[in-house]
T-cell receptor, first 117, second 111 residues
C-alpha cells in the first residue's frame, strides 16, 4: 500500500517567492495534519483537517501560510511570501477513524525539506 | 499551553546497555504516544498508552504511562545499533486527534 505521499521532497527557493507543498493522504483516511519540524522548535502542528474541513489552524504561524484540502485525496500548504525563517522540514500525516479519536495512529509522509535563501 | 518535556535530549551508549527516556508534563493527557524517526523519514508510531499506570512491551522496549497520565517513560533493554534514531513522545488531550510533541531524544547506539 502506498503511504502518505509528499511533493516535492526538497525545495530551495529565494526569499519572497511563493512555495507550495503537496500531500496525498492514505486512501480512506479522513484526517490530515500538516507539521513543521526544526531543530529549535521540534515538531509543531500547523493545521489539521477532518473530512476536508479545517478543524484547528492555531499553529499556522501567520497570514503568509495557508492550507487547503479541496478533496479527500489532496492537500496543499502554501507560503507566500517565503522567508528564511520558514526553512524547515514539513510533514503531512493522515489518520483514519478508529474508536477513540485520541488513540488514532498518524501515518507520516517522508517530508519536504524546504530551504529559503 | 500544554508542553511535553523529554529527557535526556541526547544519549550515546554502547550496544548492550539499557536506557530510559522520560516524557513529562504538568498537563493530563487522554493518551500518550511514542514515535521513532530515522534520518530523512517521517516519525513512525511505536505504541499508544491510554490508561494511567499502563505498561506495554514491544520486544526489548517497555513503555509506561504515569498513574496521573501526565508523564511516560520508554525503557530499552540491551540496546542494539538498530535502535539508533530520534524518539518522540506525543500527547493527545480532550476528544481531538491533535497531538502535542515533545522535543525528542536523539539516541545513538555504538557497536
Amino acid at each position: 500500500d502506498a503511504g502518505v505521499i509528499q511533493s516535492p521532497r526538497h525545495e530551495v527557493t529565494e526569499m519572497g517567492q511563493e512555495v507550495t507543498l503537496r500531500c496525498k493522504p492514505i486512501s480512506g483516511h479522513n484526517s490530515l495534519f500538516w507539521y513543521r519540524q526544526t531543530m529549535m522548535r521540534g515538531l509543531e502542528l500547523l493545521i489539521y483537517f477532518n473530512n476536508n474541513v479545517p478543524i484547528d489552524d492555531s499553529g499556522m504561524p501567520e497570514d503568509r501560510f495557508s492550507a487547503k484540502m479541496p478533496n479527500a485525496s489532496f492537500s496543499t500548504l502554501k507560503i507566500q511570501p517565503s522567508e528564511p525563517r520558514d526553512s524547515a522540514v514539513y510533514f503531512c500525516a493522515s489518520s483514519s477513524p478508529s474508536g477513540s479519536v485520541y488513540q488514532e495512529t498518524q501515518y507520516f509522509g517522508p517530508g519536504t525539506r524546504l530551504l529559503v535563501l | 499551553t500544554q508542553l511535553l518535556e523529554q529527557s535526556p535530549q541526547f544519549l550515546s551508549i554502547q550496544e548492550g546497555e539499557n536506557l530510559t527516556v522520560y516524557c513529562n508534563s504538568s498537563s493530563v493527557f487522554s493518551s500518550l504516544q511514542w514515535y521513532r524517526q530515522e534520518p530523512g523519514e517521517g516519525p513512525v508510531l511505536l505504541v499508544t498508552v491510554v490508561t494511567g499506570g499502563e505498561v506495554k512491551k514491544l520486544k526489548r522496549l517497555t513503555f509506561q504511562f504515569g498513574d496521573a497520565r501526565k508523564d511516560s517513560s520508554l525503557h530499552i533493554t540491551a540496546a542494539q545499533t538498530g535502535d539508533t534514531g530520534l524518539y518522540l513522545c506525543a500527547g493527545a488531550s480532550g476528544n481531538t486527534g491533535k497531538l502535542i510533541f515533545g522535543q525528542g531524544t536523539t539516541l545513538q547506539v555504538k557497536p
